[in-house]
């Protein structure tokens, strides 16, 4: 499985779809770029969700609102005091700590974490110490000076040391490790093997709309008050910085939120409708993993869905159905996919509900999206800080709208019973991670073709042609020059429909030319030949069946375009 899932990344460097970021001069660690083929896959799964929820439909309009979000925004949502991981410094020193000593400690055949103490006594400190730091993550028993350490609890955010490479990391939702467990190495005698108690570590990138550098603030108001402590220089510090305060968003949806009045007035709307938005989002994550699956820069695919109370319960229950059959239209393997309702103790203060989609990646199920019902929790926050005219007034008895009344789920008692009727809607949110999709879908895509001559197996990328980055390759038989004319004319056909379409002229032969294309997933290669020269028809190859169909030319973009519509 691991093996497999390296041949797909170098297959994505080798052939356009990812780049490390600035690698030239050594890359930037949870940065990565999209090559040609990368971004062509990426905006596909855009287009077709953009279709889905926003061109199919009559109830949802498009926003594009900043990235750069003002301070008071995230305090009134909540993010500025709760969007938080935990966070464990080392204690240990440099001096005490000794990479040069430290064995990489893994698991050992039971799936425990084994840590030898010098003595009993130690061991026994030891434990009592990670157990008041830890418990009820990390269950530990005692064998003499062994400590083990086991069932790191997968739901509660991993804990880092940074400074002394000492690293925890979580089991995967099959109970197996995830990367290296610990490592390091503890000088006998120490009370505490490694680390401080966890403290909330806040994941927004915060920056600054100042002329004034926030260095030189920060050394001015460290001069000015030359005898006072930390903390009181500290708070100096936040109220000087604190005007020009702003955060990289940590999700699209605030900016929905605080536009919802204006979208209401301009596009003469009410509940029940959704303000569709895509853009990127920004994580100061304390763990980075599996390339772009977790990363501090990535793109969001936000629909805020707003409804009267009394019809929530059928919106969340529509959303998770109508997002999830969404991933499944593009799937190779549905079974690798799937929904997991969140119980209730993992879900965010105000949520009613929240169920993920999870695809099942090389090294276990991770989430790609999350269906929420925040309640009006985002709206009212607003309210309370601005004052904002967010509530629905009606002066007639509402009533249940089409949809809800077909399905029986409304809440008749949730009604205001008195006129004009005023309610602040309810939202059911999809949140879906663009760059984790990516993943997801060329995962369910990457087949290996076993070679029958002993050859080693071929990459086959079997994507929903809606997705594939490239529509159509055109393939001269030869490098003659008497196929030019018809070459371009198929590739210009096809080109003005849109269809990102290449022209394949290396001197390979012909099958290699197929299987280049089958290993970024081309659905069509079009052959032009000698036949072609007497009676205008070219063969159009089909990538999964290797079956090929005679046409004229000139039906070639129609062929592809109704495939296309299938
Ligand atoms: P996780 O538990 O995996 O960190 P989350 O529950 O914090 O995810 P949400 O806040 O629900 O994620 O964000 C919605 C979606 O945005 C996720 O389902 C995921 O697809 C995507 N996403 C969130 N954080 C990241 C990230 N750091 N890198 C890439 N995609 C992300």
């Not at 460097?13 to 970021?21: E, I, T």
């Not at 434990?127 to 530990?140: D, G, L, M, T």
């Not at 903390?231 to 999700?251: G, Q």
């Not at 309640?375 to 800080?385: A, S, W």
Request: some cysteine.
């Amino acid at each position: 499985m691991a093996q497999k899932f390296r041949s797909l990344l170098d297959l994505c460097r080798r052939r356009g779809f990812l780049y490390q970021s600035a690698e030239i001069y050594g890359g930037l660690r949870g940065a990565y770029d999209y090559g040609p083929l990368g971004v062509e896959l990426k905006k596909n799964i855009l287009n077709s969700w953009w279709r889905r929820h926003v061109y199919y439909r009559d109830d949802v309009v498009g926003l594009d609102t900043s990235i750069l979000t003002p301070h008071p925004v995230l305090k009134a949502s909540g993010h500025v005091d709760e969007f938080t991981d935990l966070l464990v410094d080392c204690t240990l020193t440099k001096e005490r700590f000794r990479p040069d000593k430290a064995p990489a400690l893994t698991t050992d055949k039971n799936g425990h974490i084994p840590i030898t103490a010098p003595d009993k006594d130690t061991a026994l400190a030891w434990k009592k110490s990670i157990q008041e730091q830890f418990a009820p993550n990390v269950k530990i028993t005692l064998e003499g000076k062994r400590i083990l350490l086991h069932t790191l609890n997968i739901d509660q955010p991993d804990q880092r040391g940074q400074n002394g490479k000492i690293v925890f990391e979580m089991l995967d939702q099959d109970k197996k490790p995830l990367e290296l467990a610990y490592h390091g190495y503890v000088e006998p005698n120490t009370n505490s093997p490694f680390l401080t108690d966890s403290r909330p570590f806040n994941l927004m990138f915060k920056t600054f709309l100042d002329p004034i550098d926030p260095i030189d603030r920060v050394i001015q108001t460290t001069i000015d008050h030359p005898n006072d402590s930390k903390p009181v220089i500290r708070e100096a510090v936040d109220d000087v910085l604190k005007p020009s305060t702003v955060y990289l968003r940590p999700e699209t949806a605030q900016g929905v939120f605080v536009n919802f009045e204006q979208v209401v007035r301009t596009m003469k709307t009410k509940p029940p409708f959704g303000i569709a938005q895509v853009g990127k989002s920004f994580r100061n994550e304390i763990r980075l993993e599996h390339g772009i699956f977790r990363t501090p820069e990535f793109e969001q695919l936000e629909l805020e869905y707003f409804v009267a109370p009394w019809e929530s319960k059928h919106y969340f229950k529509y959303w998770r159905k109508e997002r999830y059959d969404w991933w499944l239209e593009h799937a190779c393997h549905p079974e690798n996919f799937r929904q997991r309702d969140h119980a209730s103790d993992e879900m965010a203060h105000y949520a009613t509900g929240c169920t993920d989609v999870e695809y099942l990646y090389p090294w276990g199920w991770g989430e790609v999206e999350g269906v929420a019902h925040r309640g009006n929790y985002d709206l009212t926050q607003h309210i309370k800080n601005t004052g904002a005219n967010f509530e629905i007034v009606e002066d007639t008895p509402p009533v249940f709208s089409d949809a809800v009344k077909e399905s029986g789920e409304g809440e008749a008692d949730l009604i205001p019973t008195k006129l004009p009727a005023k309610y602040v809607p309810h939202v059911v949110e999809s949140s879906c991670g663009l760059n984790r999709a990516m993943l997801a879908y060329l995962c369910d895509a990457f087949h290996q073709v076993e070679d029958s001559k002993g050859k080693p197996p071929r990459n086959v990328l079997k994507l929903d042609p809606r997705l594939a980055p490239i529509k159509c390759a055109i393939m001269p038989l030869t490098g003659k020059s008497e196929f030019n004319s018809l070459t371009q004319k198929v590739a210009k056909s096809l080109r003005r429909k849109g269809l990102f379409t290449v022209v394949e002229s290396q001197k390979l032969k012909i099958g290699k030319r197929y299987y280049r294309h089958d290993e970024v997933g081309t659905p069509w290669c079009v052959t032009v030949d000698y036949q072609s020269l007497e009676d205008d028809t070219v063969t159009i190859r089909d990538r999964d069946t290797g079956n090929q169909e005679r046409v004229h030319w000139k039906k070639v973009h129609q062929v592809i375009g109704n495939r296309l519509m299938e």
